[in-house]
């Protein structure tokens, strides 16, 4: 079983339309993260969420809006994808007092 | 969170050590030093971390000095499967997040 599954893979659209990025932990951890890859491979924190309650927003444009239903989902959703918003976001979880942080296997996102 | 400067690559024979270094001289007394690596086309993957004495886990040997001013991260006896970007993280222990800074790290290849 996948630990940090992330869904779809692979995305391809247009700009402007509104896409969601699905993202699942079965780990039971408490902490869910979101962090963007870009084409020069640097990689950064967007969002954490503790216990469905967001404690980072890392200057994210609003147009990047994360959704927490339970402890174990925190999705992503993109309105008026840009080009600049192609990259590879991958999903993360972790358990309180623990040091170690779970990725997913990330989703290419590219915008044309 | 300190700042950390690595080497932007490094080869190492298989079957060879690598030993992978990381300076993080403004480091504070209550930061930890993590590593994390990320092999082509995958999520970030844990491997270990330390505050001030070495560690050893199944995956690696961390070494810090002990002004704590830089650290190396050892693979004992490196395989082809080790080639990825490796990256040194420095910054506190937080009980409910794990949010990591990531840098540029060090590309490590390694050769048959």
């Known amino acids: 079983d996948t630990a940090v599954s992330q869904t779809p893979k692979y995305l391809v659209t247009q700009m402007g339309n509104d896409k969601s990025i699905k993202c699942e932990q079965n780990?039971?951890?408490?902490?869910m993260y979101w962090y963007k890859q870009d084409s020069k491979k640097f990689l950064k924190i967007m969002f954490s969420?503790?216990?469905?309650?967001?404690?980072i927003n890392e200057t994210v444009p609003n147009r990047f809006s994360p959704k927490s239903p339970d402890k174990a989902h925190l999705n992503l959703h993109i309105n008026s994808l840009e080009l600049g918003d192609s990259a590879v976001y991958f999903c993360?979880?972790?358990?309180?007092?623990?040091?170690?942080?779970?990725f997913g296997q990330g989703t290419r996102l590219t915008v044309v | 969170d300190a700042k950390t400067t690595q080497p932007t690559s490094m080869d190492c024979a298989e079957g060879r050590a690598a030993n992978l270094p990381c300076n993080h001289s403004?480091?504070?007394?209550?930061?930890?030093v993590y590593w994390y690596r990320q092999i082509h086309s995958q999520g970030p993957q844990y491997i270990i971390h330390?505050?001030?004495n070495n560690e050893t886990n199944e995956m690696a040997s961390l070494i810090i000095t002990e002004d704590r001013k830089s650290s190396t991260l050892i693979l004992p006896h490196a395989t082809l499967r080790d080639t990825a970007v490796y990256y040194c993280?420095?910054?506190?222990?937080?009980?409910?997040?794990?949010?990591?800074?990531f840098g540029a790290g060090t590309r490590l290849t390694v050769k048959p």
């Open positions: 993360a979880s972790s358990e309180g007092g623990r040091p170690e942080a779970f």
């Open positions: 780990l039971g951890h408490d902490t």
């Open positions: 969420y503790n216990n469905k309650e967001l404690i």
């Open positions: 403004t480091i504070s007394g209550n930061e930890y």
């Open positions: 330390g505050l001030k």
């Open positions: 993280i420095v910054r506190p222990r937080r009980y409910n997040n794990n949010d990591m800074r």
